[in-house]
Nanobody, 123 residues
Framework: QVQLVESGGGLVQPGGSLRLSCVASGSIFSINVMGWYRQAPGKQRELVASVGNGGSTEFSDSVKGRFTISRDNAKNTVYLQMNSLKPEDTAVYYC?????????????????WGQGTQVTVSS
């Protein structure tokens, strides 16, 4: 089993910044991809940003130039630094991890989601 604990959400004014963190723990052999998705009311969940274990990153066009993503492999932690926030960034943000996990005597690939953290951008 793998657990994800997110932190850092909250209320911020337009133009402000927030930093989200997500820590993975459990029976992990290796973490391949760490990332963040978001879901606004009435909309589908969408990728915000992801980072591979080699450091390659991917960003949604809507956040390029404003958000950065990083990971600390020693701590199994991924960070999302969000700058120049806009009201349209308001959503529940979900941490996502693709990892190789221990399942008894086996090793298997697993996709794990966090519980979500609310980010509200409003004046």
């Amino acid at each position: 089993q793998v657990q994800l604990v997110e932190s850092g959400g909250g209320l911020v004014q337009p133009g402000g910044s927030l930093r989200l963190s997500c820590v993975a723990s459990g029976s992990i052999f290796s973490i391949n991809v760490m990332g963040w998705y978001r879901q606004a009311p009435g909309k589908q969940r969408e990728l915000v940003a992801s980072v591979g274990n080699g450091g390659s990153t991917e960003f949604s066009d809507s956040v390029k130039g404003r958000f950065t993503i990083s990971r600390d492999n020693a701590k199994n932690t991924v960070y999302l630094q969000m700058n120049s926030l806009k009201p349209e960034d308001t959503a529940v943000y979900y941490c996502y991890v693709e990892a190789d996990v221990r399942d008894g005597i086996f090793r298997r690939r697993s996709d794990v989601w966090g519980q979500g953290t609310q980010v509200t951008v409003s004046s």
